[in-house]
């Protein structure tokens, strides 16, 4: 299995790596990150930006994906995504997210997430997504 540090790795230079997530814990079928709260996570509004939370969750259930790929799979692309935001975090604060695989199938898996405040343990953030599993071209 990929490790969590396997994954920070990877993660630089892209976008998650721009935001500053951070893996802390990867099990079958589980995903944990955190991500710090900067001015650069904010919207106009002074708010947590819903794409933000939106990245991370992504990110970890994508992640999860891949530590969790069925024989012969190569990669995934999320094909849909869901979230319900119900409060946000101010700098200088921290966000956790929490990732589950709910559905582990050859060609689709389904991951819900939760994002919460790290300090306080409230969550901010239900995320659902559906990613498709790839394989090899013949």
């Given at each position: 299995?990929?490790?969590?540090?396997?994954?920070?790795?990877?993660?630089?230079?892209?976008?998650?790596?721009?935001?500053?997530?951070?893996?802390?814990?990867?099990?079958?079928?589980?995903?944990?990150?955190?991500?710090?709260?900067?001015?650069?996570?904010?919207?106009?509004?002074?708010?947590?930006?819903?794409?933000?939370?939106?990245?991370?969750?992504?990110?970890?259930?994508?992640?999860?994906?891949?530590?969790?790929?069925?024989?012969?799979?190569?990669?995934?692309?999320?094909?849909?995504?869901?979230?319900?935001?119900?409060?946000?975090?101010?700098?200088?604060?921290?966000?956790?997210?929490?990732?589950?695989?709910?559905?582990?199938?050859?060609?689709?898996?389904?991951?819900?997430?939760?994002?919460?405040?790290?300090?306080?343990?409230?969550?901010?953030a239900l995320f659902r997504?559906?990613?498709?599993?790839?394989?090899?071209?013949?």
């Open positions: 299995m990929i490790t969590a540090e396997q994954f920070n790795i990877r993660s630089q230079g892209t976008l998650a790596g721009l935001l500053g997530v951070l893996f802390t814990e990867v099990t079958p079928g589980r995903m944990v990150a955190r991500m710090p709260v900067t001015a650069q996570h904010l919207a106009a509004n002074g708010y947590l930006h819903a794409a933000s939370v939106v990245a991370l969750a992504d990110t970890a259930c994508g992640y999860g994906t891949l530590a969790n790929l069925p024989a012969g799979g190569t990669g995934f692309t999320t094909i849909e995504i869901k979230s319900n935001h119900l409060g946000t975090v101010r700098p200088p604060g921290e966000v956790r997210c929490q990732a589950a695989l709910v559905h582990g199938g050859r060609t689709t898996q389904v991951w819900d997430a939760e994002v919460s405040d790290a300090a306080t343990g409230k969550v901010i997504c559906t990613q498709l599993v790839l394989y090899p071209r013949e």
